[in-house]
């Protein structure tokens, strides 16, 4: 059972670098999620997707970009990467807000 | 805005007992509150969903409980095991889509 798996696994980035971290979930679920995890400050929500098509902005959005490309692909884009994004980055899928989510892997990333 | 708060930050025990973790939300409006595994280096696991209508939510040796009127939910592991050392994380849904985590418990279960 895949369930939510994401790529790469780890990355590093030069400052200004652009990269896009792909999601991919098999659960036919219709929302997904980005979010952050930092020592310290937990896990944030950077955007979401409510359901293929509609893409929002959560508490941490800015430097990042996303992408809705079907139902099951959710990715999230660095334009132009910086120190302060060097974070543990993980994609989630839920069937719909407030239902159980679930959650990948995560991508290692590092800006220097 | 919600707070969820997770004491301790860490908590060491012997392998074979009986533990709770405890999980405290500000806003007492939850829809549910779930409970999550990390391992060191890895992503979330779902251990267990509990719906806001409901007071309890067992799976295996985890039952996880919901007062919703005090603002607690609390994770009970029955007969620990070395296996179970992770990182507990509980999460409840706010109003912008987005899951408050708390900070999260650190279990270690020594042999």
């Known amino acids: 059972n895949a369930g939510v798996t994401q790529t790469p696994k780890f990355q590093v980035l030069k400052t200004g670098q652009s990269m896009t971290l792909q999601c991919a979930q098999d659960?036919?679920?219709?929302?997904m999620y980005w979010y952050r995890q930092d020592p310290g400050m937990g896990l944030r929500l950077i955007y979401y997707?409510?359901?293929?098509?509609?893409?929002d902005k959560g508490e941490v959005p800015n430097g990042y970009n996303v992408s809705r490309l079907n139902k099951r692909e959710f990715s999230l884009r660095l334009e132009s990467a910086a120190p302060s994004q060097t974070s543990v980055y993980f994609c989630?899928?839920?069937?719909?807000?407030?239902?159980?989510?679930?959650f990948g892997q995560g991508t290692r990333l590092t800006v220097v | 805005k919600q707070e969820v708060t997770q004491i301790p930050a860490a908590l060491s025990v012997p392998e074979g007992e009986n533990l709770v973790l405890n999980c405290s939300f500000t806003d007492s409006a939850i829809y549910n509150l779930q409970w999550f595994r990390q391992d060191p280096g890895k992503g979330l696991t779902s251990l267990l969903l509990i719906q806001s209508s409901q007071r309890e939510q067992t799976s295996g040796r985890l039952n996880a409980s919901l007062d919703k009127s005090s603002g607690r939910s609390t994770l009970y592991i029955a007969a620990s095991q070395p296996g179970d050392s992770a990182t507990y994380l509980c999460a409840v849904p706010n109003s912008g889509y987005a899951l408050n985590f708390g900070k999260g418990t650190s279990l270690l279960v020594t042999p």
């Open positions: 997707s409510a359901s293929e098509g509609t893409t």
């Open positions: 659960m036919n679920h219709n929302s």
């Open positions: 989630a899928s839920s069937e719909a807000y407030g239902y159980e989510a679930f």
